[in-house]
């Protein structure tokens, strides 16, 4: 939308001084700069006064219209400056790096808070300055999107970038396709009824939010009737909005079979329900396109689930603001896809989060613009995209940017950003290992499910994939080869026990052990807190399922030092009477894959708790707040190691001063690591205690329920000599 309220060229004395033009070019060689937070370099950076001050000057310049646009926070005392900054390279078919693509980045800063946006020259402009399209600017059609667009993209996508979008891993490393999901049903959309999907036939998916109200879905009673030829049509006004669109959106395309949960899944039949939620990760990876319907909702709102944004309608939030600033037409620019939804209720859900990752394609439908998103790169209506190349590279904080990329060209910045993607290509090494598995759980733990009983339903596609990639199974969510690590988890927000919802006859009950973060509901975070880089386990582990039958686990790597710590048979047999060998369980069976008792054979021993606070640096102070680390203490008062336990531990039942009982999970060395050793956290007094070494034990406070069962109260960091001194005893507990 080009505000034409003021004459196209004028400008503000402030304005006029400004070459703008030279912003979106290439600097000059030797130019200097300066950088950004995140490392950028800045060229012709310029301070223009207080968004206060250019809104003022806006009455009577273009210019200063476009950054009042694109300046709404921190506020009117923020100071703007304009930097010309590199935006992107694309390359030519036969691999050649062209010119690089500059845009005017715009940053408002207010004490220690800033924001940054970007304005770009529209497209139809770009040969006034001698430079390609590539990048520029363009406005979206007002009245909605022209599913033709959609079309080019995918046959982009399957013209340029072949064999890389067709994996899961994006690559064209010989990662084999997902394998195919098996008795699927799917939508027939020439028939128009619910069937059973050929086997090899491609399919659209829909990802998006459930509405409030009851509406038509797939049960028992209705299944005879909606496999009748034209049965979906005849029934087409009780389907929401959103399921509407996303019939008529995949007919365009052309799909012929659409895949739905709501009318895919039968819902009230458990046994088949079961099955389909187990294969998520083949449903939407196999998936040609994933079509996304994400839109705000307002908090505490329920969801209209009233259909595309965009799609056959005009929205107000399609418009955007150019203004003539001299020879050139400019566009505030829009965030890339990824900063756009982070505030959208699509983003918030837990099942959308597996569905986005596990999807090769996926077509978002935002009140802004229609985005596509693949392994090789990202399409969207406001920038002239479609002949870059996907192995250019695109700058984060460009509108084109895509978390999900594989080719990016790290030689352009010497910032390398790095994405984390979901993958079924083998992980190797223990690091790598946690490290995708720490990502996976931190960014799905905060998110929402409205059924608590859904949480690792929800999170079932991506441990099936990471199982694969991990070559290990998983148990309650937690990775059976990395366990001693993985049971470290630490909740980071406000939290409770994640219970069942009460009936009339029936009070609320815990639903998961509370060895896993799958029982409390919480954001979760590995290895912030935790020495668990570099460790050894100290330590046995078994599963044992609701019959009773226990098998050790496999945890990796195995330590010579176990082998001596491991119980006789005889003895072991006195603590788990029906122990089989593992290669006898198959962990995805009925009778095993909701085994909840976590069996430890290890050392305990106890300390105080005095309610003293053990501070490990200013960064941990600010990211936990709502949790304390308390300070452990050994007999003489030193601080043999610190737990992080919820602040009103004390007032909720701890007592200060009393001895709590702790067990041994691993043992780890002084963090190597950079990043770490620059926040200098230390765990225990090392005046007292030596860091050499496997210094550092990560340890578990429980509570017992009787001699041999416990639960899980919080896990801590302690010095090896402290653990030593309080003469540890070897003990075999059954975590619940």
């Not at 050929?198 to 509406?215: D, H, I, T, V």
């Not at 900063?339 to 699509?346: C, F, G, I, M, S």
């Not at 976590?598 to 050392?603: A, H, M, N, R, V």
């Amino acid at each position: 939308m080009t505000d034409n309220s003021l004459p196209a060229s004028k400008l503000c004395t402030v304005c006029l001084s400004i070459d703008i033009a030279k912003y979106f070019l290439p600097p000059a060689e030797g130019e200097t700069h300066t950088r950004s937070r995140i490392g950028e370099h800045l060229y012709k950076s310029k301070e223009l006064g207080t968004r206060k001050e250019v809104a003022r000057r806006s009455n009577e310049c273009t210019f200063c219209t476009l950054l009042v646009a694109a300046t709404a926070w921190p506020g009117d005392e923020a100071s703007i400056t304009i930097s010309s900054v590199f935006c992107g390279r694309n390359r030519s078919t036969a691999g050649e790096k062209l010119e690089p693509i500059y845009n005017i980045q715009v940053f408002a800063k207010y004490q220690a808070v800033g924001s940054t946006t970007r304005i770009q020259v529209l497209a139809d402009d770009a040969d006034k300055l001698g430079v390609s399209r590539d990048f520029r600017a363009r406005e979206p059609d007002l009245s909605g999107f022209d599913m033709r667009q959609a079309l080019a993209w995918l046959d982009l996508c399957h013209s340029k970038h072949g064999d890389a979008c067709s994996t899961l891993h994006g690559g064209s490393d010989g990662i084999s396709p997902s394998p195919q999901p098996e008795d699927l049903l799917a939508i027939d959309l020439v028939d128009m009824c619910i069937c059973d999907k050929p086997s090899g036939e491609e399919y659209a998916a829909l990802s998006y939010c459930w509405p409030s109200k009851a509406y038509l879905t797939l049960v028992k009673q209705n299944r005879e009737v909606l496999f009748q030829y034209g049965a979906v049509a005849d029934k087409i006004g009780e389907l929401p909005g959103t399921v509407q669109d996303a019939i008529e959106c995949a007919k365009e395309l052309p799909y012929r079979y659409l895949w739905i949960d709501a009318l895919c899944i039968a819902q009230d039949d458990p046994d088949h329900k079961n099955v389909q939620l187990r294969q998520m990760d083949r449903v939407y990876s196999c998936a040609s396109i994933t079509l996304v319907s994400a839109y705000p909702v307002a908090r505490n709102s329920s969801d209209p689930c009233s259909g595309f944004p965009g799609y056959k309608k005009a929205d107000r939030a399609r418009s955007r603001r150019t203004q003539q600033v001299g020879d050139l037409r400019l566009m505030v620019a829009s965030p890339d896809v990824a900063v756009y939804l982070e505030d959208k209720r699509w983003n918030t859900r837990c099942w959308t989060f597996q569905e986005e990752l596990l999807s090769r394609r996926l077509l978002y439908f935002t009140p802004l613009q229609v985005y596509f998103q693949c392994s090789q790169g990202l399409f969207c209506e406001d920038v002239d995209c479609e002949n870059i190349n996907p192995d250019a590279h695109v700058q984060p904080g460009n509108t084109l940017w895509n978390p999900k990329a594989k080719n990016l060209d790290a030689n352009s910045t010497g910032n390398d950003w790095g994405t984390w993607t979901l993958s079924r290509a083998p992980l190797e090494g223990i690091i790598a290992m946690l490290v995708s598995y720490e990502m996976a759980l931190s960014f799905y733990t905060y998110r929402d499910v409205s059924y608590p009983s859904d949480i690792l339903n929800a999170f079932e596609g991506v441990s099936v994939v990471l199982s694969e990639a991990m070559g290990t199974d998983f148990w309650q969510g937690i990775p059976e080869k990395i366990l001693p690590q993985a049971l470290c988890w630490q909740l980071r927000g406000p939290h409770r026990k994640r219970l069942s919802k009460p009936t009339g006859t029936q009070s609320a009950e815990r639903l998961f052990p509370s060895w896993t973060w799958a029982g409390w509901e919480s954001s979760v975070n590995l290895n912030v807190h935790m020495a668990i880089q570099t460790y050894r386990t100290d330590a046995e582990w078994y599963i044992i399922n609701k019959d009773g039958i226990a098998t050790h686990l496999d945890v990796q790597p195995q330590w010579m030092t176990l082998s001596r710590q491991r119980p006789s048979a005889s003895l072991l047999k006195a603590f788990l009477p029906k122990l089989v060998s593992r290669e006898e369980v198959d962990a995805k069976s009925d009778a095993w894959r909701d085994a909840r008792i976590l069996g430890c054979w290890t050392s305990s021993a106890s300390f105080y708790l005095d309610g003293s606070h053990h501070k490990l640096n200013d960064y941990h102070e600010t990211q936990w707040r709502e949790s304390t680390n308390f300070a452990i203490k050994d007999p003489w008062g030193a601080t043999a190691g610190c737990i992080l336990l919820p602040k009103d531990f004390f007032q909720k039942g701890g007592t200060a001063g009393q001895m709590c009982e702790f067990i041994l999970i691993s043992r780890s060395l002084k963090s190597d690591s950079e990043f770490l050793n620059a926040m200098n956290m230390t765990y225990f007094d090392e005046s007292v205690y030596a860091t050499h070494g496997w210094s550092h034990l990560n340890v578990m406070m429980i509570s017992r329920i009787d001699d041999l069962t416990a639960e899980r109260v919080g896990v801590g960091v302690m010095s090896k000599e402290a653990w030593g001194a309080a003469s540890p005893e070897t003990t075999f507990v059954k975590l619940v």
